[in-house]
């Protein structure tokens, strides 16, 4: 069995990078919107890390078999678990399908593999039989890649590419219908990084995976009024960035019980609390909170962050439960470059 290293990650820009500016050129590719997945595939067994090293192998019963009765040769594969759904000529990928998948029950994964089926799209290959080819670069491995799974049937997938930017605008544009959430660019000459930020992501809005530190009771007292979130730091220090609100009447209530196991309790099983940072703003309102175990990962839209915090509320997207809490940290976020003011009065 090969052994799994952190996945290679990307850091957001704005725009669609001019691949002029690389050393070596770069290659577009699709965003998938699904579970980052590295599937080892030794000729015997099939494992499939996540990119928090979750194994999520008994998730996916349906991909073990496929990968290792269609894969012609042992390798170690880079690339993203999806779920897509609706008629032929209007399918699109669905997360709330996907993320259903992560269940503790055996009877119902081996239910849900046959009534809502995961394919696999790889888009990196990073060993080969006998052969490590991280630090092979890029345009090595995806040739590689296109050699060992041309023509492989579904469930399996070659993600597309082009080194036209062009064209890539154009998917990012276009590609949303189907539910994917924008493009990747990938240097051609680098290699294999595990665990660093050497690609490049262009989303529709910006996006963050945080991580749930507690929540504040609804003004109302009953529900959740509003989800505080953090992020870690380089020296693994957890900052408190945000918060999350606007939930509904019904949502709050559901929010309170999903939430319960992870309240942090003292000896006598009370709950404990902590207290927000104060500052002119919030001096009159109430800045306690209660307390959550960082264990929960969820994904919010945000607008710009303001020194270590988000300049707004941030909004929920989803729950990210293929995602741990220590890979929620600063560098994923896009860093604005800086601009004279006086330019902009000007």
């Not at 997945?37 to 991909?63: C, H, M, N």
């Not at 154009?170 to 990747?184: C, I, K, T, Y």
């Amino acid at each position: 069995m090969y052994e799994i290293p952190a996945p290679m990650l990307a850091k957001s820009v704005p725009a669609v990078p001019d691949p002029e500016k690389t050393p070596g050129g770069l290659l577009y590719e699709p965003k998938w919107d699904g579970f980052r997945a590295l599937i080892s595939w030794d000729g015997d067994q099939v494992e499939i890390g996540s990119r928090g090293s979750k194994p999520l192998t008994r998730y996916f019963p349906e991909l073990v078999e496929a990968i290792s009765r269609l894969v012609p040769e042992p390798c170690l594969l880079d690339g993203e678990i999806v779920v897509a759904d609706g008629e032929p000529g209007s399918q699109r990928l669905q997360w709330e399908q996907l993320s259903q998948r992560i269940h503790p029950a055996a009877s119902r994964v081996a239910m849900l593999s046959e009534t809502t089926p995961a394919m696999f799209v790889a888009f990196d290959l990073l060993a080969r039989g006998e052969r490590d080819l991280q630090a092979a670069p890029f345009a090595e491995r995806r040739a590689e890649l296109e050699d060992l799974l041309g023509g492989v049937p579904h469930p399996l997938h070659l993600t597309r590419t082009t080194t036209d930017p062009g064209l890539a605008a154009r998917w990012l544009a276009e590609f949303e219908g189907a539910g994917l959430d924008g493009v990747v660019a990938k240097p051609l000459a680098q290699p294999y990084a595990p665990g660093k930020r050497t690609m490049f992501k262009i989303k529709h809005a910006r996006t963050a995976d945080v991580v749930a530190v507690g929540y504040r009771v609804h003004k109302s007292g009953q529900g959740v009024g509003s989800l505080l979130v953090g992020l870690y730091d380089d020296d693994g220090h957890l900052h408190q960035v945000g918060g999350v609100a606007a939930w509904s009447n019904a949502r709050r209530l559901e929010l309170i019980d999903e939430l319960a196991p992870l309240v942090v309790r003292d000896d006598d099983g009370a709950a404990v609390t902590g207290e927000s940072d104060r500052s002119r703003f919030t001096a009159s309102k109430e800045t306690s909170f209660v307390r959550l175990r960082p264990e929960r990962v969820l994904e919010v839209a945000y607008d710009q962050l303001e020194g270590a915090r988000f300049r707004h509320t941030v909004q929920f997207q989803r729950w990210r439960p293929d995602r741990d809490a220590a890979s929620c940290r600063f560098d994923q976020l896009e860093q604005v470059t800086a601009y004279d003011l006086a330019d902009v009065l000007d």
